[in-house]
């Protein structure tokens, strides 16, 4: 079945432990990107990989970091995690630059 | 700037009504369109697509069509049900993504 699996699917944490998200996906998509989910402020991203080795910088990319050594795989990575990034996460993939995008289950972290 | 303005919720309806969710963007390019539906507790799943002006989308009895002259792309429903009970997202994609806020949407027995 093609999908996107995000682990864990809940996460709490305290301020400052270092933590990572994983994401895969199994359709060979080139493309992948990471979103939070806030109340009233939608979707917003975080960042995004055209290919293997390439990321850039989303929206809100402050506090986070990301890499892409394989095409399938694009974890999330909090290296001192605070509080306001307590939100709920998604990791999405699409095969190129037009297509539609296939999203995960989403991620809902807690820092305390 | 690129931007998706959709109408803010909730919107509220008794099943069987008849439902339209604006979204009007503003975009510099030709990009595709995207409706995107949200379950409870799920990831964004795509509803329907277009990619040119004209196009019309349609999935699970849900329809938009990509007006280029108005810069819309409304979702509408003829006859909603309890299940259609999510949060409906708008989204256009040229070199960027960008989705709007969404809207929840309540139908009720």
């Known amino acids: 079945e093609a999908q996107v699996t995000q682990n864990p699917r809940y996460l709490i944490t305290v301020t400052g432990k270092k933590l990572t998200v994983t994401c895969s996906q199994n359709?060979?998509?080139?493309?992948m990107s990471w979103y939070r989910q806030d109340p009233g402020l939608g979707l917003r991203q975080i960042y995004y990989?055209?290919?293997?080795?390439?990321?850039d910088k989303g929206d809100v990319p402050e506090g986070y970091k990301v890499s892409r050594k394989e095409k399938r795989n694009f974890p999330l990575i909090l290296e001192s995690p605070s509080p306001n990034q307590t939100s709920l996460y998604f990791c999405?993939?699409?095969?190129?630059?037009?297509?539609?995008?296939?999203f995960g289950n989403g991620t809902r972290l807690t820092v305390t | 700037g690129d931007s998706v303005t959709q109408m803010e919720g909730p919107v509220t309806l008794s099943e069987e009504a008849f439902l339209t969710i604006n979204c009007t963007y503003t975009?510099?390019?030709?990009?595709?369109l995207f409706w995107y539906v949200q379950y409870p507790g799920e990831g964004l799943q795509l509803l329907l697509k277009?990619?040119?002006?004209?196009d019309k989308g349609s999935n699970k009895g849900f329809e938009a069509t990509y007006r280029k002259e108005t810069t819309s792309f409304h979702l509408e429903k003829g006859s909603v049900q309890v299940s259609d009970s999510a949060v409906y997202f708008c989204?256009?994609?040229?070199?960027?993504?960008?989705f709007g806020k969404g809207t929840r949407l309540h139908i009720l027995p």
């Open positions: 999405a993939s699409s095969f190129e630059g037009s297509s539609p995008l296939h």
């Open positions: 359709m060979n998509h080139e493309y």
């Open positions: 990989s055209m290919n293997v080795e390439v990321t």
């Open positions: 975009a510099t390019g030709y990009p595709s």
């Open positions: 277009a990619t040119k002006a004209d």
């Open positions: 989204a256009f994609r040229d070199d960027k993504i960008i």
